[in-house]
């Protein structure tokens, strides 16, 4: 494939080595698609109770306390969606309380929980000869995944293993990046316990966290089943431990804030209630964007809300680039990890281009001109 780009990144927007917790919220906000079942009938209810139920997965409170309300928030994409409100009375009670989780579940029970758990896609894994766990993340200054390594390696080693197991793999692979040394750090304190998994050292190249890249790169066929750390860790929660985390890393950073760094917060916690509890900036001459610089959206602060789907935050300073006439250059074409013909797709108003596009975002980065042709590959006809 390609080379892939090194990018020269800012150290002074760089997350801070230690996490941050912030997990007694005033309020909750929780996404329901309008194919939800609402499973509640009272107003109070305890953290942990069911809410709602969708695609054969339940829902339950992060926080104890009252159902205010449903009303619209903005959504990772900045649409307006439904959310279910809940208020926090800072009690906790848990329908769990008193019981222990910590309890090693004898193997033959694990897999059959596996086997019997059916808010995953096992097709994704079944019939795989080998497994990759991606732990590199697919945006530039995104940091959950290193910290996810961090605090929960055992963890996410575990359930590979049983997964693994589960489905006769013979070998899993964890690929983290060179400059990653927290990763490689806490897992190389335990991998010697699970001697069919080896740790991969990749460079620090984008897009290389990317699924369907990382593939490309490793030269994976069909044989090889790739997972992504969150959905272990996800797997973990629900089949081991029997319950849906109730918390989510963030990654805020920007170099409109002097304190990037990564939040553990309660899944529906409000970004505003955050900016004022623990970055505590006051500023207004920012731009905010969800989930990445190079293909994350422009969002309003103060409407969104931190959900499974929001995994990075950035507070940039507002940069003002005209965007000018394309020159010719060629340089998406080239960049382009996919293959795609970017150039070709402004000529013809995203009709030509390619389908394969990943939506990274170099070929906008690269651009002279500063056109965003990765708006362009999704047939934004403005463009
Ligand atoms: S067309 Fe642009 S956004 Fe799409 S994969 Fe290629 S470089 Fe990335
Ligand atoms: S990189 Fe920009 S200026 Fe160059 S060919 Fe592509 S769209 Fe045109």
């Known amino acids: 494939m390609k080379r892939l780009l090194a990018l020269v ?13 912030f997990l007694a919220p005033q ?20 953290k942990s109770d069911p809410l709602f139920s969708l695609d054969n997965k339940i829902y339950y409170s992060p926080i104890s306390g009252k159902i205010k309300n449903i009303d619209k928030r903005l959504n990772e994409e900045g649409k307006e969606s ?48 080998s497994l990759v766990l991606n732990g590199i993340e697919d945006e530039v200054y995104l940091a959950n995944r290193p910290f996810l390594h961090k605090y929960y390696h055992n963890e996410i080693l575990l ?12 070998v899993s692979r964890i690929c983290v990046k060179e400059n990653d040394r927290e990763s490689i750090e806490a897992f190389q304190t335990v991998l010697s316990t699970y001697p069919n998994m080896e740790l991969v050292i990749l460079p620090d190249v984008y897009p290389i966290g990317n699924d369907v890249v990382l593939k490309k790169y490793l ?40 304190n990037p760094q990564v939040v553990r917060v309660k ?29 994350g959206i422009k969002s309003q602060m103060d409407r969104i809300i931190l959900d499974e789907h929001v995994r990075a ?6 940069i003002v680039c005209e965007t000018k006439q394309c020159e010719g250059c060629g340089k998406c074409n080239l960049v382009c990890p996919m293959g795609c013909k970017p150039y070709q797709a402004l000529l013809t ?21 500063y056109i965003d042709l990765a708006k362009v590959m999704v047939g934004d006809q403005d463009e």
């Open 9 to 21: 990144k800012d150290p002074s927007i760089k997350v801070k080595s230690t996490i941050t917790d």
């Open 27 to 46: 309020r909750v906000w929780l996404n329901i698609d309008e194919r939800a079942k609402i499973l509640v009938s009272k107003k109070e209810i305890l």
């Open 82 to 129: 439904l959310f279910l409100q809940v208020l926090n009375d800072y009690q906790e009670s848990d329908h769990y309380a008193g019981v222990d989780f910590t309890t090693t579940i004898i193997e033959p029970t694990l897999q059959k929980k596996i086997l019997n758990y059916e808010g995953y896609d096992w097709n994704k894994i079944k019939g795989k000869k």
């Open 159 to 170: 359930m590979l293993d049983a997964i693994a197991h589960t489905f006769g793999i013979s």
């Open 219 to 258: 030269h994976l066929s069909e044989e090889d089943g790739v997972v992504t750390t969150e959905e272990i860790f996800d797997l973990y929660h629900e089949i081991i431990k029997a319950r849906r985390k109730d918390f989510i890393f963030v990654t805020l950073t920007g170099d409109a804030i002097s």
């Open 267 to 295: 899944i529906g916690t409000e970004l505003q209630e955050i900016v004022q509890e623990v970055l505590k900036f006051q500023r207004d001459d920012y731009e905010v964007y969800v989930n990445g610089l190079m293909c």
């Open 313 to 318: 935050v950035y507070f940039m300073k507002p």
């Open 349 to 369: 108003k995203g009709k030509k281009g390619c389908t394969n596009c990943i939506h990274c975002g170099l070929c906008t980065f690269i651009c002279p001109s």
